[in-house]
Nanobody, 125 residues
Framework: QVQLVESGGGLVQAGGSLRLSCAAS????????MAWFRQAPGKEREYVAG????????AYGSSVKVRFTISRDNTKNTVYLQMNSLKPEDTAVYYC??????????????????WGQGTQVTVSS
């Protein structure tokens, strides 16, 4: 079992920045690929970014590429999502997820085994 707890969400003006954190506990953190997803009201869950177990590989959804950066610190069992140039359409609940190493770039939510409870990000115009 892996427990994931997100933090860092909040209210920010358009053009601003936020950094989300996801702290993991339980099994060995670097056994897992990590990802961020988001879900806005009335919409399907959307892939935001993924990172390999070592941090050497990263992948992004097309709507956030260039603006967002995913990273991880295996010594702290934490994955981060740096979000810059935020837009109102980035408003959503953001979830981190953990899955098997080989799925590190997968945008399919179904391949991830563990999920956090989510953190709300609201971007005002």
């Amino acid at each position: 079992q892996v427990q994931l707890v997100e933090s860092g969400g909040g209210l920010v003006q358009a053009g601003g920045s936020l950094r989300l954190s996801c702290a993991a506990s339980g099994r060995t953190f670097n056994d897992y690929a990590m990802a961020w997803f988001r879900q806005a009201p009335g919409k399907e869950r959307e892939y935001v970014a993924g990172i390999s177990w070592s941090g050497s590989g990263t992948a992004y959804g097309s709507s956030v590429k260039v603006r967002f950066t995913i990273s991880r610190d295996n010594t702290k069992n934490t994955v981060y999502l740096q979000m810059n140039s935020l837009k109102p359409e980035d408003t959503a609940v953001y979830y981190c997820a953990a899955g098997q190493r080989l799925f590190w770039a997968s945008p399919d939510a179904g391949v991830y085994d563990y999920w956090g409870q989510g953190t709300q990000v609201t971007v005002s115009s």
